[in-house]
């Protein structure tokens, strides 16, 4: 199993749908939780940081960790098709063998067409 | 600006050749990382430094080196014994474990 789990898609919607991306891990040790965006060909880019458990939200972006449930989610609001992009969730551990490292998951493909 | 900066953008490699990836950052980080990007198959870790003159393997360290000799710079080498270093090859680096990670625009390596 995967320490990180996230359907590669790809998601195909309309201008203006709300998108949910959605991620799972299995190690309870992870406490910080990353989204990135990266467009083809370019470096991802960070668009959240979470903390352990809660919602965080940045304009159309909501984050969400559910730590007992091993699952993070991220929601874009009336999305529009520069939003086309691929979706990276990304996670860390407070502690262990493996701390400071991250992990990835596979990326999820969104297009938003117009 | 601080960032990351990667070069070359593209890379071309011959046959039983080795071949150095920059990667710079000024943000002060202490952790650096190196990830291979390949097609459907997302991030995978290479190398992971967390101080300079420290590094650990990744999943993935096969074919690679890595030093950290300063607390800016990150160099990746791809050796010949990497069979199959064709790929888009990322850099980032983080403040702390603690910390969010930044990345740089990748080095597009091709085997020619």
């Known amino acids: 199993q995967k320490e990180v789990e996230q359907d590669p898609g790809p998601l195909s919607v309309p201008e203006g749908a709300i998108v949910s991306l959605n991620c799972t891990y299995s190690?309870?040790?992870?406490?910080?939780f990353m989204w990135y965006r990266q467009y083809s060909r370019k470096g991802p880019e960070l668009l959240m940081y979470?903390?352990?458990?809660g919602n965080k939200e940045d304009g159309r972006f909501t984050a969400q960790v559910d730590k007992s449930s091993k699952y993070i989610s991220l929601f874009i609001r009336d999305s529009q098709p520069s939003d086309s992009a691929t979706y990276l969730c990304?996670?860390?551990?407070?502690?262990?063998?493996?701390?400071?490292?991250?992990?990835f998951g596979r990326g999820t493909q969104l297009t938003v067409w117009p | 600006d601080g960032g990351i900066t990667q070069s070359p953008k593209y890379l071309f490699r011959k046959e039983g050749q080795n071949v150095t990836l920059s990667c710079e950052q000024n943000?002060?980080?202490?952790?650096m990382y190196w990830y291979r990007q390949d097609p459907g198959q997302g991030l995978r870790l290479i190398y992971y430094?967390?101080?300079?003159?420290?590094?650990q393997k990744g999943d993935i360290a096969e074919g690679y080196s890595v030093s950290r000799e300063k607390k800016e710079s990150f160099p990746l080498t791809v050796t010949s014994a990497q069979k199959n270093p064709t790929a888009f090859y990322l850099c980032?680096?983080?403040?702390?474990?603690?910390?969010?990670?930044?990345f740089g625009q990748g080095t597009r390596l091709t085997v020619v």
């Open positions: 430094s967390q101080i300079v003159n420290d590094f």
């Open positions: 979470t903390y352990s458990s």
């Open positions: 990304a996670m860390s551990p407070d502690r262990g063998s493996t701390l400071g490292r991250l992990y």
């Open positions: 980032a680096s983080r403040q702390g474990r603690n910390t969010e990670a930044f």
């Open positions: 943000l002060n980080h202490d952790a």
């Open positions: 190690n309870s040790a992870f406490q910080y």
